[in-house]
């Protein structure tokens, strides 16, 4: 009898034992924390609207992405921009001011950003040039000018955008690597950032995303789409949508083509993204350093490729080059491809774009 009592107790404990590791791991389950999708908007930063998505993230992990876009963006934004100064901080704005005056100390995130133009502009063959600052002005304020009274709406002196153009030579931007500093040489140089800027913050932003070892997330910064790691798993590819410009389709959300990736860009430039419109005609923001003038070769040009800062730059460079050299420049470069839609509404595709479609 003592012997069947102690055989029940041990039954008993090992039953219990049991459901106490049911319950713990019951209660270990229910306080994970739950991964789903969440997305976030910014109004803020390089004038345009910017979202992010991520895929299978908890709400903790997606707070602390959140945090860490939206203090970088800011940053970038800041030190990047042409039209203001900021407390604390030499930006482009302030170096454009103090052109002429010798080297200025400035951040390293600027000395990488501007190395990285002057690489565009050889890879371009001046197609993409940052020094056009004084050119891209006389533009700017005609655009400016034409939102805030159509009708009076007039197009930039030819004289004086070739006036202007005299001091656009990017040899006359000398960057200093080992003491941080910057000088434009030209007192009347003025540095434009804007086919570089927004594309290069975003790869970087990108990149330190990948350091901290996350995935499955989606950066929208205008147009410039940078996919970090895959959507879901190792191999969930993104299918990523390339508008069409061409209103007269009636589509709403309608897509020139659709594209599948891994971690990488997708960013296009079109004229029909900032424009003032004068005799019925509309001019575009993409200038060619050449006429000086929009050229209306194609409605818009999307590049594929890892780095959202290059296909940014691509972007804008084969928008202001003849096809035939577009696709010797696209076919140069490794792991990059190209779409074009040109005015009569017409695609051409690179080599090896089609094995992107789904």
């Known amino acids: 009898m003592f012997v069947k009592y102690i055989s029940y107790l041990k039954k008993a404990s090992l039953s219990l034992l049991l459901i106490g590791a049911i319950l713990l791991t019951s209660c270990q ?34 707070n602390e992405v959140k945090k860490l876009i939206e203090e970088d963006l800011k940053t970038y934004h800041e030190l990047y921009d042409i039209y203001h100064s900021y ?9 454009n001011n103090k052109a002429g005056q010798g080297p200025q100390e400035v951040d390293e995130k600027i000395i990488d950003m501007l190395t990285f133009s002057k690489q565009v502009y ?15 002005k006389i533009w700017h304020d005609h655009r400016e000018e034409a939102k805030e009274n159509p009708d009076k709406a007039r197009l930039p002196n030819l004289d004086a955008l070739k006036k202007a153009n005299r001091h656009t030579d990017i040899k006359n931007l000398l960057i200093d690597k080992e003491n941080k500093t910057v000088e434009l040489t030209d007192p009347a140089m003025r540095l434009d950032v804007g086919a570089i800027a927004k594309g290069y913050a975003t790869e970087r ?18 147009g410039n789409i940078r996919t970090v790691g895959y959507k879901n798993g190792e191999e969930g590819l993104w299918t990523i949508g390339i508008d069409n410009p061409v209103e007269e389709t ?51 040009v999307s590049i594929v490729c890892p780095s959202s800062a290059l296909a940014d730059g691509l972007s804008t460079a084969l928008f202001n080059m003849d096809l035939e050299e577009g696709q010797k420049l696209i076919d140069s470069l490794e792991d990059t491809e190209a779409l074009w839609l040109k005015m009569d509404g017409s695609i051409v595709k690179s080599k090896g774009f089609e094995a992107l479609e789904p």
Request: glycine share 10%; proline share 3%; aromatic share 14%.
């Open 29 to 62: 389950t229910a306080s994970k924390p739950k991964k789903q999708n969440y997305s976030a908007q910014f109004f803020t930063y390089f004038d345009t609207v910017s979202e992010i998505k991520v895929y299978g993230m908890d709400l903790d992990s997606f």
């Open 122 to 136: 050889e890879l371009s063959h001046g197609k993409v040039n940052i020094a056009m600052g004084s050119v891209l």
């Open 250 to 300: 009636g589509k709403s959300g309608a897509y020139t083509d659709r594209v599948r990736v891994g971690p990488g860009a997708v960013v296009t430039s079109g004229l029909y993204q900032r424009y003032f419109i004068y005799e019925g005609k509309k001019y575009h923001h993409i200038i060619d350093p050449d006429s000086l003038f929009p050229e209306y070769r194609y409605l818009m």
């Open 87 to 95: 407390h604390g901080m030499v930006n482009i704005y302030d170096l």
């Open 205 to 222: 932003i990108a990149q330190k995303l990948e350091e901290l070892g996350y995935s499955g997330i989606l950066l929208n910064i205008g």
